[in-house]
T-cell receptor, first 114, second 113 residues
Framework: KQEVTQIPAALSVPEGENLVLNCSFT??????LQWFRQDPGKGLTSLLL?????REQTSGRLNASLDKSSGRSTLYIAASQPGDSATYLC?????????????FGKGTLLTVNP | DGGITQSPKYLFRKEGQNVTLSCEQN?????MYWYRQDPGQGLRLIYY???????QKGDIAEGYSVSREKKESFPLTVTSAQKNPTAFYLC????????????FGPGTRLTVT
């Protein structure tokens, strides 16, 4: 059974700092991995999706990498801003019969202090 | 949340009552999903549907029911059999193709007392 772990559970940084959020998964047979952002009391916003054949994806100040063989992904946020404060979730889609479902980590709560 | 709407945003019910949560989409996506989110836990899949008139149980389907009579709509009923229904409920959709990227609605917070 796929399990997704996100470390750290919470992170507080000063504005302007570059930071890395970590995601690990136990079964490397994945189809893709998706990073989301969730603001308090809101739904999830998709940030980046990395296919299993890709090594990284970039969108603005965000860069996500994937090392499928080691079961790891990182989300790099450059020049963090207070508006980046939110919970960040990663989710993997397994390849094979259940490839329509996502398995989620519990998230990293990021606070960027002005 | 784009083209996915969930209503109502907040819902209050007495224990023992069934309640139906609405999810509508205008993205023309084939697949729709219902998740439950509790504090300190990841999202857990309740039900999903890949096409009209077909749906599958997720990891925590007990005490819930769904229907998929139209492509645009995937309502979730929380029955009185659900032991702990108070939670934040999220609906999601996905198009087909190579990515099957999921998109989420704004959520419904259900409180049962």
């Amino acid at each position: 059974k796929q399990e997704v772990t996100q470390i750290p559970a919470a992170l507080s940084v000063p504005e302007g700092e570059n930071l890395v959020l970590n995601c690990s998964f136990t079964d490397s047979a994945i189809y893709n991995l998706q990073w989301f952002r969730q603001d308090p009391g809101k739904g999830l916003t998709s940030l980046l999706l990395i296919q299993s054949s890709q090594r990284e994806q970039t969108s603005g100040r965000l860069n996500a990498s994937l090392d499928k063989s080691s079961g790891r992904s990182t989300l790099y946020i450059a020049a963090s801003q207070p508006g980046d404060s939110a919970t960040y979730l990663c989710a993997v889609r397994n390849s094979g019969g259940s490839n329509y479902k996502l398995t989620f980590g519990k998230g990293t709560l990021l606070t960027v202090n002005p | 949340d784009g083209g996915i709407t969930q209503s109502p945003k907040y819902l209050f019910r007495k224990e023992g009552q069934n309640v139906t949560l609405s999810c509508e989409q205008n993205l023309n996506h084939d697949a729709m999903y219902w998740y439950r989110q509790d504090p300190g836990q990841g999202l857990r899949l309740i039900y999903y549907s890949q096409i009209v008139n077909d749906f599958q149980k997720g990891d925590i389907a007990e005490g819930y029911s769904v229907s998929r009579e139209k492509k645009e709509s995937f309502p979730l009923t929380v029955t009185s059999a659900q032991k702990n229904p108070t939670a934040f409920y999220l609906c999601a959709t996905a198009a087909g193709g190579s990515s099957y990227e999921q998109y989420f609605g704004p959520g419904t917070r259900l409180t049962v007392t």
